[in-house]
Structures are given as C-alpha cells and as structure tokens.
C-alpha cells in the first residue's frame, strides 16, 4: 500500500527566504507526482506535475525534483512571500489501471512572516 | 473554460439522515473522482467515475455511493450519517489519466 509523507508537517519563514518541502513515498511504481496548494477551507490548486520520466519541473518561483528510485520529491520556493501561506500537499498516483486515483500525504502547513 | 463546481457548498445534517452532493465536471472531461478530507485521515479517495461507470472505489463503507450521468455530472451520496462523515467533500474531473482539477468542496457538518 502506497503511503506518502511529508515533512516538516508545519513551517514558519520570513518573507524572502528560500525554503524546501520535502515529500516521499514507499512504492516508486509511479505514474506522476503532484504538487497541490491549499488554502484554509478552499479547495486544491495545482502547482507542478511531474511525469515518472521527468527529474524536475519549474513554474515561475516554483521548483519541483523527483527521485523515483529513492522515492523522494522536493518543493523549493524562491523568495518567498505572505501570499504563499498555504499548506502543500503531495500527491502521487499509482503506474496500474486506477492511474486517476491520487494517494495524498498530510500537508506542510507554510506560514511566511512579512 | 469554466472551472469544477460543487454544489452545496456548505451543508448541516443530522446524524441518521443521508446527503446527497453534486459535482460538475469542466466542459469535456469525462472522468469525475471524489476524495473525502479531515483533519484526521486527511485526504483520502473514494470513488472514480468514467462514461457512467465506476471504474475505482477506496475503502469505505457500503454507505458512501455516487452515479455519474450521461453529461458527466457526477453526484455522491451518504446514507446513514455518523458524526465521522463530517468533512470536505471535494471533486475532481480529468481530461485524460494522470491529471486533475479540483472543485472548492461542499463542506459537510454533521451533528
């Protein structure tokens, strides 16, 4: 059975700071690896998809890496900024038939002090 | 292109009662998906729906069912409420495997 942690579970950084979320699961039998932001009582927002064949993908501040073998993805933000307060979830899916059904670990919650 | 939306979205029931919550896809995707999430479990899958048909269902109870229609809207229902079903009930549709959009959620308060 797939399980997904995410470490640290809670995070506090003055604006600007770089920083790295870190997610890992126990089965690298991948198809994709999500990253989600959500925000109090809303729903999910995707971030960055990252195929199974695929090392890394960037949008703007965003930058996500994935190490299948050793069952790791990281999250890094550049320069961040209060807006970014959120919590981050990973979510990876299975390579089998089910590939739609996402397992989610239990979120960073980022808190960015202006 | 208009996003996933959930309808209600905030909703108050009694525990023995049933609810029935809805989702409409974005235009053009077939595939509707649920996921339940508290602060407990976090967020976990329930069920997947494509062309009507189920096509993947997570671990719960007999109590948590869904259909989806011949347009794609998809609706999921409880029956029998216990206070644990209190959660965010959120929707999901893909234009193809691998990726999904999410709704904002109904959430659900039982008590």
């Known amino acids: 059975k797939q399980e997904v942690t995410q470490i640290p579970a809670a995070l506090s950084v003055p604006e600007g700071e770089n920083l790295v979320l870190n997610c890992s699961f126990t089965?690298?039998?991948?198809?994709?690896l999500q990253w989600f932001r959500q925000d109090p009582g809303k729903g999910l927002t995707s971030l960055l998809l990252?195929?199974?064949?695929?090392r890394e993908q960037t949008s703007g501040r965003l930058n996500a890496s994935l190490d299948k073998s050793s069952g790791r993805s990281t999250l890094y933000i550049a320069a961040s900024q209060p807006g970014d307060s959120a919590t981050y979830l990973c979510a990876v899916r299975r390579q089998d038939t089910g590939r739609r059904a996402l397992t989610f670990g239990s979120g960073t919650r980022l808190q960015v002090q202006p | 292109k208009a996003g996933v939306t959930q309808t209600p979205r905030y909703l108050i029931k009694t525990r023995g009662q049933q609810v029935t919550l809805s989702c409409s896809p974005i235009?053009?995707?077939?595939?509707v998906s649920w996921y339940q999430q508290t602060p407990g479990q976090g967020l976990q899958f329930l069920f997947e729906y494509f062309s009507e048909t189920q096509r993947n269902k997570g671990n719960f109870p007999g109590r948590f069912s869904g259909r989806q229609f011949s347009n794609s809207r998809s609706e999921m229902n409880v029956s029998t409420l216990e206070l644990g079903d209190s959660a965010l009930y959120l929707c999901?549709?893909?234009?193809?495997?691998?990726?999904?959009?999410f709704g904002p959620g109904t959430r659900l308060t039982v008590t």
């Open positions: 990252i195929q199974s064949s695929q």
């Open positions: 999901a549709s893909s234009p193809h495997p691998g990726e999904q959009y």
């Open positions: 089965d690298s039998a991948i198809y994709n």
């Open positions: 235009s053009g995707h077939r595939s």
